[in-house]
């Protein structure tokens, strides 16, 4: 095993909480109605393709992508387009999505392989990797849905050296990606190969938290026993400490590499893919199957049977919720994602799309807003900030909207993962002060750069 | 020691003295000619600098008024909401052009009592912020998110939110129309509306566009689109924008006869004549006519009869 990595500069240490560690994937039911909403990935929603009485078949296309930053969407289920209409997302928001009365019989799409045998021959070369990767609607599936093919595409007179999996799972509560590597290990590790193929390096690192030793014992083993197969690909334990999984700080700990304010990852020569999307960048490359299913983990402290679902998209959330026992009485609050960066959601029946990585129910006590006070610029905020920013101080001038001071402060830099408002003994919400900043000031870069 | 005093005096009053000669000559070629009408007509204006005219602010108001004058006789389309232009006309020997005085209205009735809560918001006081984050605590995705960032902006302090109904409400007496709160608002749900004659005015009380049977899952009182107050208005002033209706106060006649057919009570008729109590069949589809009391200061009895601004349909 390689020694423990980390990167240096702040970062947390909240509770675990990985209650749901140990317990395997189980294939969710699908309801006899489920609604597929349009846009799942960062960036525009995809255009409808299908009308009101439409026979659709599993794995079908049925919303092209719109724009650059755009992802295909595909039918999780055969059955009739019963309308497309509006459906509320989990922020109460309507959003567009196609209703499909389902069929009980999967029927597949034509030309999509149905096996569970493992395949290691990678045919395609890294053009139609990527070509493969993009119609098949992948997006990174850790919670930020950013479109996996536009990753995978290294700018003119860049080098890619690294492909880097995001394993850490650094966010307390999540399961699935931890599930995902024990399960399907050999999947994922062709997956990983592809992806190495695709931007044409011989180095893949996975990057895991060390509290997840089972996986790492799992993949060291495997990757030695097939030596042929898994060349160049190596297992990176990581320290646990909140966000390892940042991809700036997955990058920094594993390479020791900064990426310069503003500039993205592959300035360092790494492209950095989430577990869950490698998952299924082997499905989509060696047997055509789209994105239509991912983990979900449900759990909560107080849920009687937490778990890891493998469910269709389109499945409605309070569904799930229900399979882990229902919503239990001292819940307060119900989020989307995990703790650190997932969002409270405005109603329970939202449909799990490609971005939904967990469901964690809080209970009272954990989730109750301690009575916010006055900074006392005590700085643990500062310390904490994993990208040296200065927390206290955005915080301050995004109230004051004054955006000149927090683009001179770097708000533009934030990772947005919640670190400072965890550590503050004030309880004061700087994150959302700051998401506020960010997005203003960006704003205004933008239109200044358009002039 | 008096030598070194008395060369310092001598040094530093010869410098002086040449460069006052030199700032002299300077000023007099580099001089900008400014009329000084502008330092008239800038102090009949509130210096609030709020924009509410269009321009950057209060001076350069004045100086489109002193220049608009020089070309062309008149300062007409120029209007400070707050000032009375006349004064601004008498100072540049003109008479002022028409100026309609305006108001500020909100235009979402989805109190906490209309638009019941259904999720509790902790997060930043920024409407702009939660705007990006949810719909609503009542679940409207186009109603009144009640942080108060139009009440922030307001230079006159003319809106505050109703601590009951959780909305903001605008001081008639207080409120020049300068629509910075309508630019403030993420949602666009306040809009600047002439006064209307006698101070009564029409409009309605929603802005959300989205289907009926939407609207009707998180708020009692929202438009449904249902088109009834348009078959009604015999002026033809009401219009659909999306599933909402819109009342264009050009057209309006202030009659009121759309509100009483609103089957929802979206529509609010200000400032008319409290309908007789002998004819109760009304009550259900008049809106507006329960006057709520304001807070603090001002007394209940005498106000809410002449200023049912900020009544609420409970
Ligand atoms: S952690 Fe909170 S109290 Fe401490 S300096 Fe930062 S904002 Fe202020
Ligand atoms: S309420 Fe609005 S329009 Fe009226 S003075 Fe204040 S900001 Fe201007
Ligand atoms: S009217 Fe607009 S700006 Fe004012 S409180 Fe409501 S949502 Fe916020
Ligand atoms: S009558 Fe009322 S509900 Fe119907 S369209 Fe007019 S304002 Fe909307």
Redesign the pocket.
């Known amino acids: 095993m390689n020694p423990i990595k980390t990167f240096h500069k702040g970062g947390v240490h909240p509770e675990e909480n990985k209650l749901s560690a140990n317990l395997p994937i189980q294939d969710f039911p699908m309801p006899k109605q489920i609604i597929v909403p349009l846009g799942q990935c960062l960036g525009a929603p995809a255009d409808c393709i299908v009308n009101k009485g439409d026979r659709v078949l599993t794995g079908q296309l049925i919303g092209t992508a719109k724009g650059f930053i755009s992802a295909n969407v595909h039918s999780p289920a055969t059955g009739t387009v019963a309308k497309v209409d509006v459906v509320m997302d989990h922020t109460g928001y309507y959003k567009p999505a196609v209703f499909i009365d389902r069929e009980e019989q999967d029927e597949w799409a034509e030309g999509i392989l149905v096996t569970d045998k493992l395949l290691t021959d990678i045919k395609l070369d890294s053009k139609q990797i990527i070509d493969k990767v993009k119609e098949c609607g992948i997006v990174g599936m850790g919670g930020a849905t950013f479109p996996t093919h536009v990753k995978l595409m290294v700018p003119e007179g860049k080098k890619a050296e690294y492909v880097i999996i995001n394993a850490a799972e650094c966010e307390p509560y999540l399961t699935c990606d931890f599930r995902l590597l024990l399960e399907k290990t050999q999947e994922f590790l062709v997956g990983v190969k592809i992806l190495m193929k695709a931007v044409n390096t011989d180095k893949g690192i996975i990057g895991i938290e060390a509290n997840k030793m089972e996986a790492i014992e799992l993949l060291d083993k495997t990757i030695n026993e097939h030596k042929d197969l898994y060349a160049g690909i190596e297992v990176q334990p990581l320290k646990t400490k909140y966000p390892q999984g940042g991809e700036k700080q997955i990058i920094k700990a594993i390479t020791g590499r900064e990426v310069p304010s503003g500039k993205l990852p592959i300035e360092t020569g790494c492209v950095v893919v989430n577990v869950a999307s490698t998952y299924a960048v082997y499905e989509a490359v060696q047997k055509n199957k789209p994105l239509i299913e991912r983990i979900v983990t449900v759990t909560g402290k107080s849920v009687k049977n937490p778990g890891n679902f493998r469910v269709r998209f389109g499945t409605p959330a309070d569904l799930l919720i229900e399979a882990a026992g229902g919503l239990p009485e001292d819940i307060t609050d119900v989020i989307n994602g995990g703790p650190m960066m997932g969002k409270s959601v405005s109603v329970t029946n939202f449909p799990c799309i490609k971005g939904t990585s967990g469901i964690l129910l809080m209970t009272l006590r954990e989730a109750q807003d301690r009575r916010q006070t006055n900074c006392i610029r005590c700085g643990r905020c500062a310390m904490a900030c994993p990208m040296g920013l200065q927390p206290f101080l955005l915080h301050k001038v995004a109230k004051q909207n004054d955006f000149d001071e927090t683009e001179k402060n770097h708000v533009m830099d934030c990772i947005e993962c919640g670190s400072c408002e965890f550590t503050c003994p004030a309880n004061i919400p700087l994150l959302d002060y700051i998401r506020y900043g960010k997005a203003k000031t960006g704003a205004i870069i933008k239109a200044r750069n358009q002039k | 020691m008096s030598n070194t005093l008395l060369i310092s005096l001598a040094v530093l009053g010869i410098l002086g003295g040449v460069l006052a000669v030199v700032l002299y000559f300077v000023a007099q070629k580099f001089k900008v000619e400014e009329n000084p009408l502008i330092d008239e007509a800038e102090a009949c204006l509130p210096g609030a600098n709020c924009g509410g005219c269009g321009f950057a602010g209060c001076r350069a108001l004045a100086e489109a008024c002193v220049k608009q004058a020089a070309e062309k006789g008149n300062i007409d389309g120029l209007a400070c909401p707050g000032t009375d232009m006349n004064k601004v006309a008498a100072v540049l020997g003109l008479t002022a052009g028409t100026f309609e005085p305006k108001i500020a209205v909100v235009r979402c009735n989805g109190s906490c009592q209309n638009s019941p809560s259904k999720v509790h918001y902790e997060g930043a006081d920024i409407c702009a912020f939660a705007n990006t984050l949810y719909a609503g605590e009542g679940g409207c995705s186009k109603g009144c998110l009640g942080l108060g960032d139009c009440v922030k902006k307001c230079n006159f302090d003319a809106l505050h939110i109703d601590k009951e109904t959780g909305l903001p409400v605008v001081d008639p007496d207080k409120c020049v129309g300068c629509g910075v709160c309508a630019r403030t608002c993420p949602r666009g749900i306040i809009e600047v509306r002439p006064r209307g004659k006698k101070d009564r005015r029409v409009y ?1 009380c ?1 802005s959300n566009t989205d289907k009926g049977a939407l609207v009707i899952k998180n708020c009692s009182v929202g ?8 078959k009604e208005c015999p002026f033809e002033a ?1 219009e ?1 924008r999306g599933n ?2 819109y009342i264009d106060p050009a057209k309006c006649k202030a009659c009121g006869k ?1 509100a009483k ?4 009570g ?2 609010h008729a200000i400032n008319f004549p409290a309908p007789k109590p002998e004819v109760p069949a009304l009550q259900g589809a008049e809106p507006a006519v329960k006057p709520q009391p304001k807070p603090e200061a001002q007394p209940v009895e005498t106000k809410t009869e002449v200023k049912p601004e900020n009544t609420v349909t409970a």
């Open positions: 309605v929603c438009c449904i689109g249902c088109q009834k107050c348009l009401i659909m909402l209706a759309c057919v609103c089957p929802r979206s529509i």
